[in-house]
C-alpha cells in the first residue's frame, strides 16, 4: 500500500526567516505529485505539481518554490517567508482520478 | 475558466435528518466532480468522485452525490445523519484528462449535526 508522508508536523517560524518542507510517498513509482495551501479556515489552492523527477509546474506564485530531488520526494521551500505564508500546507499524490491527500504540515509565521 | 460554488458556509441539522450539501460548478467541458471531508484540525479525506456513467455516485461513510448536468450540480447526501458527520465538505472539480490532480475547490460547507 501506498503511503505518504509530510514533515514536519508543524512550524513556527518568523519572518523572513527560510522554510523548507518534505513530501515523500512510498510504494508507487513515478507518482504525480503536488501541493496545496490552505489559509486557515479557507480553502485549498494548490501551489505546484510534479510528473517526474527534476520537473516542477508552478500553478500559483506565492514567493515559494517547489522541487523534486527524487523520484518519492517532494520539496517545498523559501528564502524569506511572509506572514501570508500561514496556513496549512498539504502534499498529495493521484494514482488515477482520485487525489490523496498527506496529514499536512501547520505553518504559523510570525 | 473553471470555477466550483458551496453557496452554504454553514449547515445546521439534527441527527438522524437528511443531509445535503450543495454544489454547483462552472466548465466548459465534461468534468471530474469530487467532495472531500475535513476534520477539524486534519486533512482532506476522498470521499467520492463522479467521472462518467451512473449520475448518483455512491462513496465512503454512507454518503453519494447526484451529478446533475441540467443544472451543473453535484450535491452530497446523506440518510440519516449522524453527529460524527460533523466537518466541512470540500467540493471539488478537475478538468478531465491531462489535469489529473489538478483540483479546482470550493470554499467549504461546515457541517454541523447536532445529537
Known amino acids: 500500500a501506498q503511503t505518504i508522508h509530510q514533515w514536519p508536523v508543524a512550524e513556527i517560524k518568523a519572518v523572513g526567516s527560510p522554510l523548507s518542507l518534505g513530501c515523500t510517498i512510498k510504494g508507487k513509482s513515478s507518482p504525480n505529485l503536488y501541493w496545496y495551501w490552505q489559509a486557515t479556515g479557507g480553502t485549498l489552492q494548490q501551489l505546484f505539481y510534479?510528473?517526474?523527477?527534476?520537473?516542477v509546474e508552478s500553478v500559483v506564485q506565492l514567493n515559494l518554490s517547489a522541487s523534486r530531488p527524487k523520484d518519492d520526494q517532494f520539496i517545498l521551500s523559501t528564502e524569506k517567508l511572509l506572514l501570508s505564508h500561514s496556513g496549512f500546507y498539504l502534499c498529495?499524490?493521484?494514482?488515477?482520478?482520485?487525489?490523496?491527500f498527506g496529514k499536512g504540515t501547520r505553518l504559523t509565521v510570525v | 475558466a473553471q470555477s466550483v460554488d458551496q453557496p452554504d458556509a454553514h449547515v445546521t441539522l439534527s441527527e438522524g435528518a437528511s443531509l445535503e450539501l450543495r454544489c454547483s460548478y462552472s466548465y466548459s467541458a465534461a468534468p471530474y466532480l469530487f467532495w472531500y471531508v475535513q476534520y477539524p484540525g486534519q486533512s482532506l479525506q476522498f470521499l467520492l468522485k463522479y467521472i462518467t456513467g451512473d449520475t448518483v455516485v455512491k462513496g465512503t461513510k454512507g454518503f453519494e452525490a447526484e451529478f446533475r448536468k441540467s443544472n451543473s450540480s453535484f450535491n452530497l447526501k446523506k440518510s440519516p445523519a449522524h453527529w460524527s458527520d460533523s466537518a466541512k465538505y470540500f467540493c471539488a472539480l478537475e478538468g478531465g484528462p491531462g489535469n489529473t490532480g489538478k483540483l479546482i475547490f470550493g470554499l467549504g460547507t461546515t457541517l454541523q449535526v447536532q445529537p
Open positions: 498529495a499524490w493521484s494514482p488515477s482520478t482520485e487525489v490523496f
Open positions: 510534479s510528473i517526474t523527477v527534476g520537473q
